[in-house]
């Protein structure tokens, strides 16, 4: 997925990487699922392929958006983290969630969730960075 610029527009350039449905699912899933395998994020409901997952993992780390390392207790398996600026991503994905549940028929007790996160403001996001960076950053 290339990333390059065809403007300085913030919003053009945010879109370039974070565009596509399965970019801010795969962060999703980690901020809020905590899933850290790559078997982990094909077994989400939306149903990415294996091809277009390790494509958007890639980028995510070419992008410095989470990190990848080895799992120390399993050889062949990998784990990945977000980084600082995946999770600065949370307020974006606080809004959408709180859009979709006003605005689509959203599962209600994921709703209540992206309602909750986005009712409690500014003080909510940060706790929940907090804790996301507790988990990822170590």
């Avoid at 991503?89 to 309602?115: C, E, F, M, Y």
Wanted: aromatic share 4%; net charge neutral; glycine share 10%.
């Amino acid at each position: 997925m290339a990333t390059k610029g065809r403007s300085g527009c913030p919003i053009s350039l945010s879109l370039e990487l974070l565009g596509d449905r399965w970019t801010l699912l795969i962060i999703r899933d980690l901020a809020f699922a905590g899933k850290r395998h790559f078997r982990e994020f094909l077994q989400s409901d939306e149903g990415i392929s294996s091809r277009t997952l390790a494509e958007r993992l890639q980028t995510l780390q070419d992008e410095g958006i989470l990190t990848r390392s080895d799992d120390p207790s399993h050889g062949l398996k990998a784990i990945y983290r977000l980084t600082e600026a995946g999770i600065d991503l949370l307020p974006v994905l606080a809004t959408l969630g709180a859009w979709g549940s006003k605005h689509r028929k959203a599962d209600d007790k994921l709703a209540q969730i992206a309602n909750d996160l986005s009712a409690g403001g500014e003080p909510a996001l940060e706790r929940m960075k907090e804790t996301l960076r507790a988990q990822h950053l170590g």
